[in-house]
C-alpha cells in the first residue's frame, strides 16, 4: 500500500494502534513476520495510510492512482495520536530462521561430486600441514570415483555390444 501511495511505509506499531482503535482485531501471520491478519475492512486500512500520510506528507503526481486514492474523503475516523501500544512479548522467538545445514541437498554425481567436495575443502581449510594430508585422500577418493565411472560405462557399452549382436 505503501508503494502504491509512494510514501515511507507506517511502524506496524502505528497500524495495529489504527486498526484496534477502530475498532477492529489484529494479530500477527503465521507465514512471515512482517504480514498481519485483521477483520477490519479494505477502506479502513487505506483510511489509516491516508491519516499516515497526513502527518508525513508527499507530493503524489498528477492524475496518479496515489492522487486519486488520496482525493477519497476517509470514512472512517482513525486516531493515530499519542505513543502506540506495547504487544507483551515472550522470550521465545516466532519465526526461528532455518538451521544452516536443513533442506535437501544436491545428489552425488559422480566424479564432480568428489571435485566440489575437495574445493569446499580447500576453502574452509586454515593448517596447512592437515591440507596436504586432506588433498592426497582427496585425490585418492577422485581417482576411485573415476575407476568406478569407467567400469560403468564398460560395462554399459558390452550391454550393448550384446543388444546389437
Known amino acids: 500500500m505503501a508503494a502504491t501511495l509512494h510514501c515511507t511505509c507506517p511502524p506496524a506499531s502505528v497500524i495495529r494502534q489504527g486498526i484496534t ?14 504480514a498481519i491478519k485483521t477483520n477490519a475492512p479494505a477502506h479502513v486500512i487505506w483510511d489509516i495510510m491516508r491519516k499516515w500520510i497526513t502527518s ?21 475516523e482513525i486516531d ?19 538451521p544452516e545445514n536443513w533442506g535437501p541437498k544436491r545428489a552425488a554425481a559422480g566424479g564432480r561430486f568428489v571435485k ?3 574445493q ?10 592437515n591440507g596436504e ?20 560405462t564398460t560395462d554399459e557399452t558390452k550391454s550393448k555390444i550384446e543388444k546389437v549382436e
Not at 24 to 33: D, N, V
Not at 120 to 129: C, G, L, S, V, W
Open 21 to 34: 482503535r477502530a475498532g477492529y482485531q489484529i494479530s500477527q501471520s503465521h507465514c512471515s513476520a512482517e
Open 56 to 76: 508525513n506528507p508527499i507530493n503524489p503526481r498528477e492524475g496518479s492512482v496515489a492522487q486519486r486514492i488520496l482525493a477519497i474523503k476517509p470514512k472512517t
Open 80 to 98: 493515530l495520536s499519542g505513543t502506540p501500544e506495547k504487544v507483551e512479548r515472550s522470550n521465545v522467538p516466532r519465526f526461528v530462521p532455518n
Open 116 to 118: 566440489l567436495k575437495k
Open 120 to 129: 569446499k575443502k580447500n576453502t574452509y581449510n586454515d593448517d596447512e600441514n
Open 133 to 152: 594430508e586432506e588433498e592426497e585422500e582427496d585425490e585418492e577418493e577422485q581417482e576411485e570415483a573415476l575407476k568406478h565411472e569407467q567400469m560403468d
